[in-house]
């Protein structure tokens, strides 16, 4: 099992940057997958970044160029390094891992981001 903390949310102006952290309870280099999702009130929990064991990363395109995912597996640790936020990034943000075939989720950082 994976069990994931999220750290580093908090209420930004527009523009602003914030970085997120999860930490994992074990080696991020022992999973194959991890990623950022997030999900604002009324919407649906939507994939934000991903990246694969080779630090390959994916990401939406509406966060495309402006946030940046990355792991240190010395930390065992993925961030999102968010730049240029806009107030439509507001959301409570969640860190997730595939291990073995299944998804663990951490508990959600809120990011507030106003006009």
């Known amino acids: 099992q994976v069990q994931l903390v999220e750290s580093g949310g908090g209420l930004v102006q527009a523009g602003g940057s914030l970085r997120l952290s999860c930490v994992a309870s074990r080696s991020t280099f022992s999973i194959g997958l991890m990623g950022w999702y997030r999900q604002a009130p009324g919407k649906q929990r939507e994939l934000v970044a991903a990246?694969?064991?080779?630090?390959?990363?994916t990401y939406t395109d509406s966060t495309q160029g402006r946030f940046t995912i990355s792991r240190d597996n010395a930390k065992n640790t993925v961030y999102l390094q968010m730049n240029s936020l806009k107030p439509e990034d507001t959301a409570v943000y969640y860190c997730?891992?595939?291990?073995?075939?299944?998804?663990?989720w951490g508990q959600g950082t809120q990011v507030t981001v106003s006009s």
């Open positions: 990246i694969r064991r080779d630090d390959i990363a």
């Open positions: 997730n891992a595939r291990y073995t075939g299944t998804l663990y």
